[in-house]
C-alpha cells in the first residue's frame, strides 16, 4: 500500500500543475525501456489534456542541455531520470519553470527552486527491486486524470528491466492490470491485449530502439510504438538493429577472451568504443550487464566497468560543447551480496567519487554509469581501483 504521504506530495504538485496554465511542455526522458515506457506514458497522458509536448531523450542529464532547456520553457519534466541531480537541475533552473522529476534512481535530496522529484525511493522504496521509471510515471498519470489507467501496462513493461521481477507496488500494478483486462496471462509472460505482443517483448523492443537506434530515431518510433503497437515497418528497423547489436557483442565477448580485459585489484575493464560505434551508449551498460554473468571471463568479486566514446550530439536537440565518455559499471552476483553485507561500496557511491572532477555519474548499488570528458577515462578508472 502505498503511502498517504507521497499522494500527498503528487496531488501538491498537479495543483501546482493545473495553476501555471502552460499548455506546452519538454519531457527529458531516459533512451532505454524503462525511459521510452516513462515518455510515452507522460507523453500520452499530457496530450490528452490538451499540451503541446516535445520529447528529448537523453543518455544522462548534461548541463549544458539542461541550462538550455530551462530557458526556454515554463514547464518540464524528467522522467526515468534526473532525481540524482536534482541539485544540479535546481541551480539551473534560472527561470523558474516548473520542473516535475519522475524517476527511480537513487535520489540526491537537492530540490528547490520550483523543483520537485517524485522518488518513491524518499518513501522508503527501492528503485531498484520495488519500482520502475514507468511505474512512478504511472501514478502520476493516473492522478492526474484517472482516465489514463489504461497505460498501466507500459509500467509493466518499463519494469522489465528489474531482474527479481514483479514486486511490491510492481506486483499490485500486475494484478490490477489484469484484473481489468488490460493485459493476459500468456505462457510465462503476458500478453498487452490491444496491441497483441506481450510485455517482454514491448521491453526488447524498446531497449533495441532507444539504445541502439539511439541516432537513428530509434527513441522516437519506440515512443510511438509503445502506444499503437509494433508495425512491420517497425518489425524489420528492431530486426536490423539488433542484428547490428548481436554482431558487436560476439566481436567484444571474443576479444574479452582473447584477453582485452583488463584486471586491477579491484576493477576489471574494456574498451568498447570500436565495437559499438554509431550506437548510442546504453549498449554499453546492457553489455556490461550480460558479462556480469559470463564467469568464464570475468572474477565474480570485482566491480566490472566499461568505456565508450560517445558522438558529442543529442539527437533533437543539437551538439554538445565538448567530447565525452561513457563508463557504465556493473557488480556480478558475488560483489552484489558483499555490497548487500557493507562490505563494498555501493556501486554508483563508487562512480559518482571517481568522476567528481571530470564529469558527473548516477544509478543504482549495483548498476550505475557515468559520462566523464573524454581523456580523463584511465584517470576515473585508477581511483575506482583506488576506492
Not at 28 to 50: C, P, Q, W
Not at 65 to 71: A, C, G, K, W
Not at 313 to 336: D, N, T
Request: with cysteine; net charge neutral.
Amino acid at each position: 500500500m502505498l503511502s498517504a504521504e507521497f499522494f500527498k506530495e503528487v496531488e501538491e504538485v498537479i495543483l501546482k500543475l493545473k495553476a501555471l496554465k502552460e499548455n506546452e511542455t519538454v519531457i527529458v526522458t531516459h533512451d532505454d525501456a524503462d525511459g521510452l515506457s516513462s515518455g510515452a506514458i507522460l507523453k500520452e497522458a499530457l496530450k490528452r489534456n490538451s499540451f503541446e509536448v516535445k520529447v528529448i531523450f537523453l543518455e544522462k542529464i548534461f548541463p549544458e542541455v539542461v541550462r538550455d532547456l530551462h530557458s526556454k520553457y515554463n514547464l518540464i519534466f524528467y522522467t526515468d531520470i534526473g532525481s540524482a541531480h536534482t541539485d544540479l537541475i535546481s541551480s539551473l533552473n534560472l527561470k523558474n519553470s516548473l520542473t516535475i522529476i519522475l524517476d527511480h534512481h537513487n535520489a540526491s535530496n537537492g530540490e528547490g527552486n520550483n523543483v520537485y522529484d517524485l522518488n518513491l525511493e524518499k518513501h522508503g522504496y527501492k528503485g531498484e527491486t520495488d519500482f520502475s521509471g514507468a511505474t512512478i510515471t504511472y501514478l502520476f498519470a493516473k492522478q492526474l486524470n484517472s482516465r489514463n489507467e489504461d497505460l498501466i501496462y507500459l509500467a509493466l513493461v518499463g519494469s522489465k528491466e528489474i531482474p527479481e521481477g514483479f514486486l511490491s507496488i510492481n506486483k499490485d500494478l500486475l494484478s490490477e492490470a489484469e484484473r481489468k483486462g488490460y493485459i493476459r496471462k500468456k505462457g510465462s509472460d503476458y500478453l498487452i491485449t490491444k496491441l497483441n505482443v506481450s510485455l517482454g517483448e514491448m521491453f526488447s523492443s524498446l531497449q533495441i530502439l532507444g539504445s541502439v537506434g539511439y541516432y537513428s530515431q530509434g527513441p522516437e518510433i519506440g515512443i510511438k510504438a509503445a502506444i499503437s503497437g509494433i508495425d512491420p515497418s517497425v518489425e524489420e528497423k528492431i530486426k536490423i538493429l539488433e542484428s547490428e547489436r548481436k554482431k558487436a557483442n560476439k566481436k567484444l565477448i571474443s576479444a574479452l577472451s582473447r584477453g582485452s580485459l583488463e584486471k586491477l585489484n579491484k576493477i576489471q575493464w574494456f574498451n568498447a568504443s570500436k565495437f559499438f560505434k554509431g550506437m548510442g551508449t546504453k549498449v554499453l551498460g546492457t553489455f556490461c550487464s550480460y558479462l556480469s554473468y559470463q564467469t568464464h571471463i570475468i572474477d565474480q568479486d570485482k566491480y566490472i566497468v566499461g568505456i565508450m566514446d560517445m558522438p558529442n550530439e543529442i539527437p533533437g536537440w543539437g551538439k554538445l560543447e565538448k567530447e565525452y565518455c561513457k563508463i557504465s559499471a556493473r557488480a556480478p552476483k558475488k560483489l552484489q551480496e558483499l555490497i548487500k553485507s557493507n562490505k563494498s561500496i555501493p556501486v554508483d557511491d563508487l562512480l559518482i567519487k571517481s568522476v567528481s572532477s571530470h564529469g558527473f555519474a548516477d544509478g543504482h548499488d549495483f548498476a550505475a554509469s557515468a559520462i566523464v570528458t573524454k581523456g580523463s577515462e584511465t584517470e576515473v578508472i585508477k581511483k575506482m581501483d583506488s576506492l
